[in-house]
């Protein structure tokens, strides 16, 4: 890989929209998986569900609630809505996003949030207006905001390139700038909210040092890759990612060589190890609810090291789409970066190529390898829960049971899920995630209230996901992510020990996983992947970052382009109680423990009362202490 | 801050943050003086983590010039990116630092690439050990054991984090104790009895996992001290009554003081919130009252990290702490392409910030009593793909201090060539030394008893003895 940095930025051609479902095409009257039979069965031999489509909501056998459709009127207040101060009357019981008539602020937000970068007044009013399958459905057609037109407009402003036409600094780090400004601004909030889950999966990293800070257009093709197919097919979206110039200086299969005899070279193995290991089917082999199939009480490996010499073969020959395969800086530059990788016969391995039971024929080229290689891969019975499993993970729930990984694995293989509404999502082929979000979204587990009693309910917000919200909440429209470059780095525990698409390594800010050592979740086997970064030092680190962008008022230099906007709850300042009750939905969609509102509370009352800066003043802190409340970061 | 309340600090000493409220602590009210006086008795390890598995064969390089000229030849295209037919590039045979003969090998020598001149030295001033074909092992293993797919192979060989996870834990990823962590559960109770409890295991880095114990909970440091909270300097403690309440009232909400929520998530997080407020206000008095290193650091990101290290062991009375292990790492060894870019920078950063910890130990006078060894999730192959390497298995790794019986290669160097017995595929090399012998023998060196190095080393007991890496062991 050279270091040469990027030129003049090529142009670059706005992405099709492809990738987003049609609408739904049948209505399925009242239809609730309550008659499709047993889901997960405890024999460890059983392969996939049975795939008889619609994969409706499956009964749950864990415990969770009930579905949402049909719900067993007796068992309405297990099921119910949030209790405590919400700011509507008290809901129906049987709450679910799809059910106009009974949506309460508090459940409209708390799907928001998993939907969105975080919930807004016009999202909130579009749900309660029609309801949330209605909405889900109108992001289904949104088309995707294009991460190739932000960073080409980025990289033509001042100071973006230096006078020879390479990247500056500022240069570098535009797709990152990008990121943050179609998280908080961009109107196609589904797909940019499932793309950023996806991003945590399928990961590059364009931090500092590393060959992709190099390459901003390639960051912003590849990012407009997740995107487009974030809502399409999982089939379409290996294929996209694995052709991508921006994953193969990542994983470094680009000019991947075939073996030779006679000085003992052997292809790079990476991306075939990590395919494998992060992108489909995991390690071990597991059931269809995602839990490891065990064979004398062991789990059993998925894949043998012979199986990755074979697959690495696959991943031969390819480089930029230039004439060059050992391309140079000209070529880097020529617009390659935001093209699919071409395939150079003379380097490619036309061995037999052999692993998972598949055998790809001696002379098949590399284009076909590889599909041949994604088809098994999708097919492979732990594709669907694994990527299930992952995307649960990243939406709704930090340690999710396996009985939901099961119903999401069975909307991912048959391609359909019943929204509550009755109308279908998805286009019933294996690999949909149109139909896997909606799973994931709308399952009964998701949606059901299981109250504060919940002990291992509920997702650890992410710290970049707090700030989004904030963003979208109080900043909003005005937001310039440009001109707030506290934002354009914040890996380091000082600030958020996060940072999209600069991520430290192959497994992401935090591993899927991770069991953290003496904690109450670790103690009752709850993997939490985001108590990785939860530590003495990023903590201190969230809220002084936190606190920057609530104070500064768009008064310090450096936070310029995110000067907030309060008077959504300016007008609450004197009644103290009420702002905390109120902020409580608006930002964590749930009230707060009555140690921490009191708390805050009496505070704020010390703080000094009136309209103007003072007013101005209570509202601050009364955001800062919230969102750094255990209350909010936990969300329900 | 300067003018300490010292009753505060009195009591805070005595409070045990972390992991143990109960009986030893109260000995700290008369047994502070007592202890104080076997400070000299102070011990730590340092986990060097190398993320990503670093290339040894690359790292210790064979020298002679019959070796070096088959290892030239197996890795030809990647010597050529090194420019080796330079005699002046790095990979070059008369570039390399080569070192003493050691008859154990027989006419078989090997060298340090001149980025590691430091270590080099270290090494030359016999305070530096190189242990040979270091990796993970349930028990000893042959080739045909591997081929015939035995039980006793590793779980999950060649995944990044499984071998991390192994490396630190003897398990695969989802092993929740490491071996530092259970290491340092042995010395808890006395450092919780001078007040230090919570500061037994520090790291520099998110990872913990090999920091955990059953009752040890790491310190996560920043690497300028401990973090503040600026949304308390509106609210000084010395202002208005008004605002040292306020104050209070903040401290009491960023420390999520009594609060007892039942979702796992939000508890863990509230406790987390808890231990940092405590942990990191006596960390910051403690190393105020210590100031600087008098040793330059490279800035470097493991320079940053080994200075914040160094300072906290300069602190390690105001800590409370006699017995303590650290972890600090870098990341960048996965060297799949561009091994010849990568590695020698990588070199470059290990070797000054190495060296100029070891410089701080000796002006702390605390070279005997710290020992700085080296980990990474696996070496790599001994064939290349091109420009780089892929997932190995056993590594060669350092060890640094003065106590250590250096200047000497400990264990075994299986020949740098393919297919011979040690070699399970394109030059993976099965480990002849398990990484829990080595955790053993630094255990031991730390004062743990046999029953205590079996505790936190679950298959110790399949391997004969622990290589001998300090002087005072055989």
């Keep these: 890989m050279e270091d040469a940095p990027v030129g003049d930025p090529p142009q670059v051609e706005t992405p099709p929209t492809g990738g987003s479902t049609p609408s739904p095409v049948a209505k399925v009257p009242g239809g609730s998986g309550s008659d499709s039979g047993p889901d997960t069965d405890p024999d460890p031999e059983t392969s996939p569900p049975p795939s008889d489509p619609p994969a409706a909501p499956l009964p749950a056998d864990d415990g969770d609630p009930?579905?949402?459709?049909?719900?067993?009127?007796?068992?309405?207040?297990e099921s119910g809505s949030e209790s405590g101060p919400d700011l509507e009357p008290p809901p129906e019981p049987a709450t679910d996003p799809g059910d106009a008539a009974a949506i309460t602020d508090s459940a409209a937000i708390k799907f928001l949030n998993r939907a969105t970068f975080g919930a807004t007044d016009s999202d909130l009013s579009a749900v309660q207006a029609d309801s949330a399958s209605d909405w889900f459905r109108r992001e289904l057609e949104k088309p995707a905001s294009s991460f190739q037109r932000e960073v080409t407009q980025l990289l033509a402003a001042d100071g973006a390139t230096d006078p020879s036409g390479q990247p500056t600094f500022q240069g570098r780090r535009t797709p990152n700038v990008a990121f943050w400004q179609l998280a908080v601004t961009a109107d196609d909030q589904l797909r940019q909210r499932v793309a950023y889950a996806l991003s945590q999966i399928f990961v590059i990293s364009n931090r500092s040092r590393s060959p992709l800070f190099d390459w901003p257009v390639g960051v912003a093709y590849y990012q407009d890759v997740l995107a487009r197919n974030a809502l399409g097919n999982f089939r379409t979206l290996l294929e996209e990612v694995s052709l991508s110039p921006a994953m193969a200086i990542h994983l470094t299969y680009m000019r991947n060589?075939?073996?030779?005899?006679?000085?003992?070279r052997e292809p790079d193995e990476n991306y075939a190890r990590e395919l494998l290991q992060l992108f489909t089917i995991g390690l071990v082999e597991l059931k269809p609810d995602g839990t490891p199939r065990l064979a004398n009480g062991e789990p059993v490996e998925s894949y043998s090291n012979d199986d990755i010499t074979g697959l690495a073969r696959v991943f031969t020959g390819l480089s930029l789409d230039t004439d060059v395969f050992f391309y140079g800086f000209a070529e880097e530059n020529s617009g390659a970066q935001a093209r699919p990788l071409r395939a150079f016969p003379e380097w490619h391995s036309v061995q037999e190529k052999q692993f998972l039971g598949v055998r790809i024929p001696a002379g098949t080229d590399a284009l076909a390898s590889i599909r041949i290689t994604l088809d098994a891969l999708i097919q492979h019975p732990n594709t669907a829960p694994f990527v299930a499993r992952q995307l649960i993970k990243r939406l709704v729930m930090s340690a999710p049971p396996p009985a939901y990984v099961a119903r999401v694995a069975r909307a991912f293989e048959d391609?359909?899920?019943?929204?509550?509404?009755?109308?279908?999502?998805?286009?019933?082929?294996?690999?949909?995630?149109?139909?896997?979000?909606?799973?994931?979204?709308?399952?009964?587990?998701a949606v059901g209230d299981s109250g504060a009693a919940d002990e291992q309910g509920g997702k650890l917000r992410e710290p970049v996901l707090r700030v989004t919200q904030y963003l979208r909440l109080f900043v909003g429209s005005a937001f310039?992510?440009?001109?707030?470059?506290?934002?354009?780095?914040?890996?380091?525990?000082?600030?958020?020990?996060?940072?999209?698409?600069?991520?430290?390594?192959?497994?992401?800010?935090?591993?899927?996983?991770?069991?953290?050592?003496?904690?109450?979740?670790?103690?009752?086997?709850?993997?939490?992947?985001?108590?990785?970064?939860?530590?003495?030092?990023?903590?201190?680190?969230?809220?002084?970052?936190?606190?920057?962008?609530?104070?500064s008022g768009g008064v310090a230099e450096r936070w310029a382009g995110a000067g907030p906007d309060f008077s959504s709850v300016r007008g609450f300042a004197e009644q103290p109680i009420t702002l905390v009750d109120r902020l409580a939905v608006m930002l964590g969609a749930a009230p707060v423990s009555n140690e921490t509102r009191d708390r805050i509370v009496a505070f704020l009352q010390d703080l000094p009362a009136g309209v103007g800066e003072n007013a101005q003043q209570r509202v601050r802190h009364a955001i800062q202490l919230l969102m750094t409340s255990p209350d909010y970061v936990a969300a329900k | 801050m300067k003018h300490l309340d010292l009753n505060r600090r009195r009591v805070l000493r005595q409070l045990a943050i972390g992991a143990s409220l109960t009986g030893p602590v109260l000995l700290s009210s008369f047994g502070r003086s007592a202890l104080a006086a076997e400070a000299s008795d102070y011990r730590a390890l340092v986990c060097l983590f190398f993320f990503g598995g670093m290339d040894a064969f690359d790292t210790v390089l064979p020298y002679d010039s019959d070796s070096y000229a088959r290892f030239a030849q197996l890795r030809?295209?990647?010597?050529?990116?090194?420019?080796?037919?330079?005699?002046?590039?790095?990979?070059?045979?008369?570039?390399?630092?080569?070192?003493?003969?050691?008859?154990?090998?027989?006419?078989?020598?090997?060298?340090?690439?001149?980025?590691?001149?430091?270590?080099?030295?270290?090494?030359?001033?016999?305070?530096?050990?190189?242990?040979?074909?270091?990796?993970?092992?349930?028990?000893?293993?042959?080739?045909?054991?591997?081929?015939a797919d035995s039980p006793l192979v590793p779980a999950r060989l060649f995944s990044h984090n499984d071998q991390q996870s192994t490396w630190m834990a003897?398990?695969?990823?989802?092993?929740?104790?490491?071996?530092?962590?259970?290491?340092?559960?042995?010395?808890?109770?006395?450092?919780a009895a001078l007040g230090g409890g919570a500061f037994t295991a520090l790291t520099t880095q998110a990872t913990r996992l090999f920091l955990s114990g059953e009752r040890v909970v790491p310190y996560t440091t920043g690497l300028n001290g401990?973090?503040?909270?600026?949304?308390?300097?509106?609210?000084?403690?010395?202002?208005?009554?008004?605002?040292?309440?306020?104050?209070?009232?903040?401290?009491?909400?960023?420390?999520?003081?009594?609060?007892?929520?039942?979702?796992?998530?939000?508890?863990?997080?509230?406790?987390?919130?808890?231990?940092?407020?405590?942990?990191?206000?006596?960390?910051?008095?403690?190393?105020?009252d210590v100031g600087e290193n008098e040793t330059a650091f490279p800035t470097s990101r493991l320079g940053r990290q080994l200075r914040a290290v160094a300072r906290a062991i300069s602190a390690r009375e105001a800590l409370g702490t006699q017995r303590q292990v650290f972890f600090v790492g870098?990341?960048?060894?996965?060297?799949?392409?561009?091994?010849?870019?990568?590695?020698?920078?990588?070199?470059?950063?290990?070797?000054?910030?190495?060296?100029?910890?070891?410089?701080?130990?000796?002006?702390?006078?605390?070279s005997r009593a710290v020992t700085l060894f080296t980990a990474s999730d696996f070496g790599r192959t001994l064939s290349i793909n091109d420009d780089g390497t892929d997932h190995g298995w056993a590594g060669h790794h350092l060890v640094v201090g003065g106590d250590v019986a250096g200047g000497r290669i400990v264990g075994d160097l299986p020949p740098y060539e393919l297919d011979h017995p040690s070699d399970v595929g394109r030059g993976r090399f099965i480990p002849t030394t398990s990484v829990e012998q080595y955790a053993g023998s630094l255990g031991r060196w730390m004062g743990l008893t046999a029953e205590e190095l079996n505790r936190a080393l679950p298959n110790l007991r399949q391997f004969d003895g622990l290589p001998s890496l300090f002087a005072d062991t055989s």
């Design chain 2, 170 to 191: 003897s398990g695969p990823e989802g092993t929740r104790l490491g071996w530092g962590g259970r290491f340092a559960d042995s010395w808890l109770d006395a450092n």
């Design chain 1, 415 to 445: 391609g359909l899920y019943l929204l509550p509404d009755g109308e279908l999502a998805g286009r019933g082929e294996r690999g949909d995630l149109a139909a896997t979000i909606a799973a994931v979204l709308f399952d009964p587990r």
């Design chain 1, 480 to 551: 310039d992510s440009s001109r707030t470059p506290a934002l354009h780095e914040t890996t380091s525990a000082d600030s958020l020990a996060q940072a999209p698409f600069q991520s430290p390594s192959v497994f992401n800010f935090y591993r899927p996983g991770y069991l953290a050592p003496g904690t109450r979740s670790g103690d009752l086997g709850m993997t939490v992947p985001e108590l990785q970064i939860v530590t003495a030092n990023s903590l201190v680190g969230y809220s002084n970052t936190l606190g920057d962008l609530i104070f």
């Design chain 1, 257 to 264: 060589l075939k073996a030779d005899a006679a000085t003992g």
């Design chain 2, 226 to 288: 401990a973090p503040r909270y600026r949304l308390l300097d509106g609210f000084p403690s010395t202002g208005s009554p008004t605002q040292a309440a306020q104050r209070a009232r903040l401290r009491a909400h960023l420390g999520a003081a009594s609060v007892a929520l039942p979702q796992a998530l939000a508890q863990d997080y509230a406790d987390a919130l808890a231990r940092a407020q405590a942990t990191n206000e006596r960390f910051d008095e403690a190393l105020q």
């Design chain 2, 76 to 147: 030809a295209r990647l010597f050529q990116q090194y420019d080796a037919a330079n005699p002046a590039a790095s990979r070059a045979r008369t570039a390399l630092l080569p070192l003493a003969p050691d008859t154990r090998f027989g006419s078989r020598r090997f060298a340090l690439p001149a980025q590691l001149a430091g270590l080099k030295t270290l090494y030359d001033e016999g305070r530096l050990a190189i242990v040979g074909n270091l990796g993970p092992l349930l028990a000893p293993l042959t080739r045909a054991d591997v081929e």
């Design chain 2, 330 to 366: 870098i990341g960048g060894f996965d060297t799949h392409a561009s091994q010849a870019r990568t590695l020698p920078a990588l070199h470059t950063e290990i070797d000054g910030a190495t060296t100029a910890f070891q410089s701080a130990m000796d002006s702390l006078s605390l």
């Design chain 1, 66 to 77: 009930p579905p949402p459709v049909q719900p067993d009127p007796g068992s309405g207040s």
